[in-house]
């Protein structure tokens, strides 16, 4: 059928929104963390982060323009910077003690303590793009450093830097980058236990098994307990997918003070690899409760079924700042929470920003290897409604390939495959995918269209017209149906019925000019 040709714009299910990732993840840099908000069972509810503004008396500078300034301003500047220092040690609030640090930073934003706490704080309250601008302006101001002024040495806080940013990195099972950021540690600091620890753990989840041996053993060799050795100990067992063997190394730890909250999530990660759900959520709780917050201010407990489908007892619990940040708790939990709220949206600026969320969550969840078909699935999902088609096309046909290595088949999967790869024009890859979402869901409209489209860009005509038919008996509303069955009628030279169906769709659809002017002609040719 060389004449032929299916109306693309017609077939369009998928939104093809302007697409930004993380919409909210651009506001200014400072949030106020409402107080009154706790982790217990009496805790109010925290709606939303917002807005706090600075507050110091001088203007927020950038550090470019600070030391533009003459020596007698930048002094009187540092001098109520540290005014705002002591005001944020002294603060019991979440709230005051970032305003503290804001208006510390805004005047004096040379200063590396200040950028190097604040990254402390948005690393610990989920927000990855803060922290990164934290630690980012931190490295400008230790470049421009001023021994004069400050009391850190530059290697001592280029020995920090490099040690906030490894453990973001292990954060987000980011383990090769991280691990570059812990041998920078090495490098200014081998002697430094701090170093041997994220070192240790980031070679452990990198499958490098000698050195993660070796801070181990360098840990023995301070006496400074077991809690650290076997927690790096551990994480290679995690790397090499040996979860019992992880299990029995850490299931009487007593974490170190210092990273109680990490120990404890990583610990609560690997009852979860092995359906230790109680557990599981027993030391996420702990790690909840070592959180190195004075108080937990807007920082809230919810349970989430995960990832991967299961029964109810396999939720688990997860912590938000603002109910939106992940904080501590089951990144599964977390993930599959933030797919639910993305489905939700009543607004595509809130789909958006739980989107990026999704994406973020997810690429987290895959490096740590956890429901890896679930996670593509939801993932893949998202790019479709962004509009990134070829990478949604990438992750959604590794979770149909996962998926059937364990005899299963989902249908959302297999359709929105079929009908990215219609998108494609690669009509016989989606003939595959479309065949097997209606032996899943053979009630589904949309999916018919879609599988009549590809038997006619595959020159099944017949196919095609049953697939159609089939469509607008479960939709009568489906002007795409109408306006390619009429083709196929009008093809085959059977006026009447295409002009039965081409006048329904100019009906349905009274705007379209194409359609109305397809249905004028029609009428024509059947007189």
């Known amino acids: 059928m060389p004449n032929f040709k299916p109306n693309p714009l017609l077939s369009k299910r998928i939104p093809t929104a302007f697409w930004r990732w993380g919409i909210f993840l651009h506001l200014m840099f400072f949030l106020i963390l409402v107080s009154g908000c706790s982790t217990g069972p009496t805790a109010k509810h925290c709606t939303d982060n917002v807005l706090v503004a600075y507050s110091a008396q001088e203007d927020s500078l950038g550090i470019n323009e600070f030391l533009a300034l003459s020596s007698a301003k930048q002094e009187s500047r540092r001098v109520q910077s540290s005014i705002w220092m002591d005001r944020f040690s002294d603060s019991a609030t979440s709230s005051s003690r970032i305003q503290a640090l804001g208006n510390a930073a805004g005047l004096a934003p040379d200063n590396p303590r200040v950028w190097l706490q604040l990254a402390h704080h948005w690393r610990w309250l989920g927000d990855y793009l803060k922290t990164v601008s934290s630690l980012d302006a931190a490295a400008e101001a230790i470049r421009n450093h001023n021994s004069e002024v400050h009391s850190w040495g530059k290697k001592e806080m280029r020995r920090r830097m490099a040690l906030a940013r490894a453990w973001m990195h292990y954060d987000r099972g980011e383990w090769r980058q991280g691990l570059d950021w812990a041998r920078a540690a090495r490098r200014i600091a081998p002697g430094d236990a701090a170093m041997r620890l994220i070192y240790g753990l980031l070679a452990g989840h990198s499958s490098m098994r000698s050195e993660a041996r070796q ?88 349970r989430s079924s995960r990832m991967k489908p299961g029964s109810k007892k396999t939720r688990q619990k997860v912590w938000l700042a603002f109910d939106k ?59 479709a409604y962004g509009g990134k088609t070829d990478r949604s096309i990438r992750d959604l046909r590794r979770a149909s390939e996962l998926l059937a290595e364990v005899g299963r088949r989902d249908m959302k999967i297999e359709s929105t495959l079929g009908h990215l790869l219609l998108k494609k024009k690669n009509h016989t890859a989606a003939l595959k995918h479309l065949q097997l979402a209606v032996e899943i869901d053979p009630d589904k409209a949309a999916i018919w269209q879609d599988l009549g489209l590809a038997h006619v860009m595959s020159e099944r005509p017949a196919e095609a017209e049953k697939s159609f038919s089939r469509a607008l008996e479960l939709n009568p509303n489906l002007v795409t149906s109408w306006y390619n069955r009429g083709l196929l009628h009008l093809h085959r030279k059977q006026y009447s019925l295409a002009v039965a169906d081409l006048q329904e769709a100019a009906r349905l659809a009274p705007d379209n000019q194409e359609v109305i002017d397809l249905y004028q002609k029609t009428k024509v040719l059947a007189r």
């Open 215 to 302: 801070m181990a053993d360098d840990f023995h060799r301070l006496d400074v307990g077991d809690s650290d050795v076997n927690w790096i100990l551990a994480s290679y067992r995690i790397s090499t997918k040996q979860y019992r063997q992880a299990f029995n190394l850490v299931m009487d730890l007593n974490p170190n003070k210092e990273h109680q909250a990490e120990c404890w999530r990583e610990m609560g990660e690997i009852a979860e690899y092995l359906g230790e759900w109680s557990r599981a959520g027993r030391w996420y709780e702990e790690s909840a409760h070592a959180l190195p917050f004075r108080e937990t201010s807007c920082i809230t407990m919810v």
């Open 325 to 383: 940040y992940y904080v501590t708790g089951s990144y599964s939990a977390y993930t599959s929470l933030a797919f639910k709220h993305f489905q939700m949206a009543k607004d595509s600026q809130t789909r958006d920003f739980w989107a990026g969320q999704v994406v973020n969550a997810a690429g987290t969840l895959l490096r740590k290897g956890v429901d890896k078909p679930w996670t593509y699935r939801a993932r893949g999902l998202v790019f």
